[in-house]
């Protein structure tokens, strides 16, 4: 399981970088900046999606990292099993081939279809098992630079959305024209554009040591 602690996130007071590194990083140093500047519009955001992360600040040092460790609610609830899958391990297993972890599910097809998948090596199962497999390979870049695309939105909605050419960069995001979308935000603040490209462009923020945004090639 990924540690909670080691999550890449990015920070933002105002339009400039605050901190960029592990989760726990960042909330030390969002800790930091609002003991100095209560007032302070800071931001949060997740660099595999581009999403806001709520923080709770209360308390010592000690217990905002234990509460941080935990992990999401959301997350242990998707993590959980299918309860029939939970039913079909604990029965007890008999002779022949060992249980691969496979679930029963209703599938509805054609008679050519099922025709089909009765003609292939190894049964209808293993045809289908192959042709998902094949489909997830072919579609990895697809929805690889589709989720680029939907992390990039969401921060330049949260922290972009009343700055000139808002719309236009957006659509130059969703048609995949990086030139577009770069010569839309060139008269943005430097920390808000670089973010920005590295979620839309480069599959997800990177930093130096330092926190600082890294260029990309």
């Known amino acids: 399981m990924t540690d909670p602690l080691a999550r890449p996130c990015t920070a933002f007071e105002g339009q400039r970088l605050l901190r960029a590194g592990s989760l726990v990083e960042v909330a030390l140093a969002v800790r930091d900046a609002t003991a100095r500047a209560p007032d302070a519009p800071l931001l949060v955001f997740d660099d595999a999606t581009g999403r806001v992360v709520d923080l709770d600040l209360r308390g010592s040092e000690a217990e905002l990292i234990e509460r941080l460790s935990q992990p999401a609610a959301l997350a242990g609830r998707a993590s959980r099993p299918p309860a029939r899958q939970d039913a079909a391990s604990a029965e007890p297993r008999g002779r022949g081939r060992p249980k691969l972890g496979v679930v029963a599910r209703e599938v509805t097809l054609l008679p050519r279809h099922w025709e089909w998948l009765a003609a292939q090596p190894g049964g209808a199962s293993a045809a289908l098992r192959r042709l998902v497999e ?18 990039a939105y969401r921060f330049l909605s949260a922290l972009a959305g009343d700055l000139p050419g808002y719309e236009e960069a957006c659509r130059a995001l969703f048609a ?42």
């Not at 577009?180 to 935000?185: K, L, M, S, V």
């Not at 997800?204 to 260029?215: K, M, Q, S, W, Y």
Request: charged residues 30%; without cysteine.
């Open 134 to 151: 094949e489909a997830r390979r072919s579609d990895g870049p697809h929805q690889r630079r589709r989720a680029a695309q939907e992390a």
């Open 176 to 217: 995949d024209d990086r030139p577009g979308f770069e010569r839309q935000i060139a008269g943005w603040p430097a920390d808000l554009r670089a973010y920005a490209v590295r979620l839309a462009f480069a599959g997800g923020a990177r930093h130096d040591p330092a926190g600082a945004p890294v260029e990309q090639a």
